[in-house]
């Protein structure tokens, strides 16, 4: 019988090999995993294991057409170890400073230093003392665009690399300044839409669980839990690039024509309330917004008040109207200097010019400070405050940003014996542009007090709504007719006939009024400085436009009183004739069948 | 003695089964060697084409950014000076107002087009029965 190849003695010691490896094994097992278990978990936990964020790319803001107004994008700040630089590398320094716009010596400097002084007890240790801190990090550029990066990388430059940061940029730079806010370089949103509808732009940030190599390296394949980052929202607002820039420019030609302390001018569509553009003056470029200072960067048409003057005589005037107490045609004596009114006489304010009497479409037309005053007094104390809240004054508009403030209209209880002479002429009130405005609009729209419409919706990124903001009527005002009535009124202001006629254009019915209020200086009424403004719409049958231009402390080259007529109605013209063919605005003679607008028209379409 | 061999042969058989098994627990690790390895490649193939993709996004936020900023009026108003195109906004007496439906307007317009074009003489060759 053979033999076979596992003798006993072999056997014992193969036996014996495995049960000596199996024991080894088994006590390195246990060595690993209970006896050092915990440091050593601890230890892979520390060298292995890591938590990498998705940052979240933060919404874009939109015009109502779809174009960027904020934005964001990636860019990198590039740095250097000058630890690790070569020499061979010195060669390209020059080319890398001129991809970065420095200097070459600048860039020289920053990457031949490699030590750090460093004091051991205090910095005002003598240099000897001093210790010496090698330099990891020397910052380069803080925002160099990818397209640059990639030229950079493709130097090949031993040590210098950059780190990844979404940096939030504004396309229009100065556009919309006041409305968009800005990020600062913390990244906290300051102000505007920026701030205030920061939860939708600013998405979520994602995060997974996973491990990494000895060389940092991601090792994929031990991802273990994994969030997605979720992108913010898109904001569409209802500003209008177009309109916004033929506003701004506005705001420059004022500036320079009448040297103005400041200006605002708002653009809206009164049947809505959308804000088609609102700017003021001075303004500042949003990329560079840490150059403005604060006060600058206050969005003015709601922050800031005024004595509207003229522009208010529009309350008491409607609500004598809507009451039913006159007619366009009742007639006032404009002359008289004081009038009996609760037993009391009381002083009416002067007018620009004598009036004998006025019929009260004579007294909106021609702006009669004592008209208006008789008009207030018609109504009397109570309902005239009654309708000047119902027009939105003393209450915030609702405009939702800006640090908007509610005025100053005083309950009766709380006016002296002037008042009921001087808030029909808009004395005694504090109102911000913003009010007037919807105060006017008001009319526009048929008697219905808007609120302010300035986001449009909210949009994934895939253009998908997710919320939609309506239009929204606060409350009427006015009955229809009446409007209607006050529409009329206000287009014989804005005419030849009136104060307001450099805001007329021609082949469209403009209603409008001017106003013109000194300013308190110290207390006192300024002789010199006065707030002139044009308030309006157009056409006046059929508004699709209402436009405020306030000029605060206008200068006029000639040294006369800067009146609304003067600085403010031929702004009203510029953006109105310019808003024309933008928005399609027919004008007051448009019917149904064709329009022939001059002789373009005839001599280019004729029908078959 | 018949007890031996049959126990010797019992031993090599043992030994050939445990080489066997041995031979088959390596092949079980090899392959699960081979997957993890392959699993390893499928996640780094992903994170790269992730790390693409955030590139992309990057490029196209970029060039959005851009595009954006070479819209922006100002910008247009500088080129319009600057490469002297002399573009202008329309006046309202260049604007003809079309108040009524565009299709119908613009479908009689090209019905009468058919209707009055005048007929060119054309000649082509006939063949006759010789």
Known sequence: MRKGFASSSRLVVLAAGLFAALVGISARLVDLHWLRSAELTAFVDKARKQIIVDQARRGDILDIRGNRLATSRSLIELGADPQVLRKEDEAKWPELAQLLGIPQSELEIALRRRFALESVDSTDAPTDERMSRPIRWVRLSEAVEESTYERILKLNIKGVYGNRHYRRVYPGGQLAAHILGYINKEGTPVTGVERHLDFYLRGQAGWRESERDGLRRELAQFRTREIPAADGFDVVLTLDTFVQHIVEEELETIATKFRPDSATIIVSDPRTGAILGIANYPTFDLNHYNRAPIAVQRNLAVTDMFEPGSTFKIVASSGALNDRLVTTSTVFDCSLSSIVYEGRARSLPGDAHAYGVLSVAEIVGKSSNRGAAQLGMRLGSQRLYEYARAFGFGEETGFPFGGEIPGMLHPVRAWDGLTITRLPMGHAVGATAMQMHYAMSTIANGGVLMRPLIVFEIRDHSARTIAQCQPMQVRRVISKETATTMARLLVNAASAEGTGEAAVITGYEVAGKTGTTQKIINGHYSERQHVGSFVGFFPARRPQVAITVIVDNGRLPTGGTAYGGTVAAPSFKRIGEQLIPYLGILPAQANKSAIAMGDAKRDRISHP | ?130
């Not at chain 2, 060697?33 to 490649?41: A, F, G, I, N, T």
């Open chain 2, 1 to 130: 003695m018949k007890k031996a061999p049959s126990q010797s042969v019992l031993w090599n058989r043992l030994l050939i089964a445990t080489v066997l098994l041995l031979v088959f627990a390596g092949s079980i690790g090899l392959a699960t060697v081979w997957l993890r390895h392959q699993v390893s490649e499928v996640a780094a193939a992903n994170r790269n084409a992730q790390v693409r993709i955030a590139e992309l996004d990057r490029r196209i936020a970029e060039v959005n950014s851009q595009v954006a900023a070479g819209l922006s009026p100002d910008v247009l108003l500088r080129q319009n000076t600057r490469l002297r195109l002399g573009l202008a906004a329309p006046r309202d007496n260049q604007i003809i107002r079309v108040d009524e439906e565009v299709e119908i307007r613009l479908a009689a317009k090209r019905n009468a087009e058919l209707y009055t074009t005048s007929v060119v003489p054309a000649s082509f060759p006939v063949s006759t029965p010789r």
